[in-house]
């Protein structure tokens, strides 16, 4: 998740756009994974308080690529798999492929300090280091083509998690679509209760920018304070005074 400023980053993210609109619904013969891996590795290297301890995943990277292996071997499909199943394995594949981003090139003090392609153009999150049953993806590719444009699920944005600390809090556990729905509900009410992000009033809030950035993902059913207030612990005023928080890219390590 990100925004970059400026003439060539619009240019870039317009291609990224176009291709974002070529990507088809892929059909194999993979069946639904298990995250039980992923799952271990985040209980033991996410703290309470949603900070990644990334020398914990360098640690355990025997088991922590083993799990990337299984991503990897499995593409998601309509056929095989239901839609709670294919959200739950983008959503974790978003995050644990920015944590390989962040350990193969540790130790960094922000996730945008990784470069690659043509400055100014291509950033950390068009770098194509994915590669799911022979299709190659970037992070922008899961997130703006698949995440937001196949799923429709605003509440993607409390889930998926850049390295960073004004980012929602990686959450402890992986997502599975048992509990989907009460992971992503509880995902809204921590990012929206956490003062580091967002500051919430009745008559004043200061959001994080990801109001700003996606706010048209949150305006589907209603305004965007209709959306936040459900899952917010103060309700906004529809005359409230909203203002956005700047963006902290410092890495989310304790």
Not at 18 to 24: D, F, H, I, W
Not at 185 to 212: G, T
Request: contains cysteine; glycine residues 6%.
């Amino acid at each position: 998740m990100r925004k970059i400023i400026g003439f060539f980053s619009i240019l870039a993210l317009g291609l990224g756009f176009l291709q974002s609109c070529a990507v088809r619904d892929v059909s194999t013969g993979s069946t639904p994974i298990s995250h039980e891996i992923w799952d271990n590795l985040l209980k033991k290297h996410v703290t309470d308080d949603g900070w990644v301890e990334y020398k914990g995943f360098i640690e355990d990277k025997e088991q922590f690529y083993n799990y990337l292996n299984v991503l990897n071997g499995s593409h998601p499909n309509k056929e095989n798999w239901t839609e709670e199943e294919r959200l739950a394995y983008w959503i974790n594949a978003y995050n644990a492929y920015t944590v390989q981003l962040i350990v193969e090139n540790y130790p960094v003090k922000s996730i945008k300090d990784i470069k690659k392609g043509i400055p100014f153009v291509n950033s950390v999150w068009d770098i194509k280091f994915i590669k799911i049953e022979g299709k190659e993806y970037d992070l922008n590719k899961i997130e703006h083509a698949l995440l937001r444009r196949k799923f429709e699920e605003p509440r993607i944005h409390f889930a998926i998690n850049c390295a960073s600390y004004s980012c929602p809090v990686l959450r402890g556990e992986a997502y599975v679509a048992e509990k989907l729905e009460e992971q992503l509900a509880e995902q809204a009410r921590i990012f929206l209760s956490d003062e580091r992000r967002n500051k919430i009033q009745a008559d004043k809030a200061e959001l994080s920018k990801i109001f700003s950035w996606f706010g048209g993902d949150f305006k589907k059913d209603g305004t965007k304070i209709e959306y936040i207030n459900r899952y917010a612990p103060v309700k906004i005023n529809p005359n409230a005074e909203i203002s956005y928080l700047d963006y902290n890219w410092q890495l989310n390590e304790p």
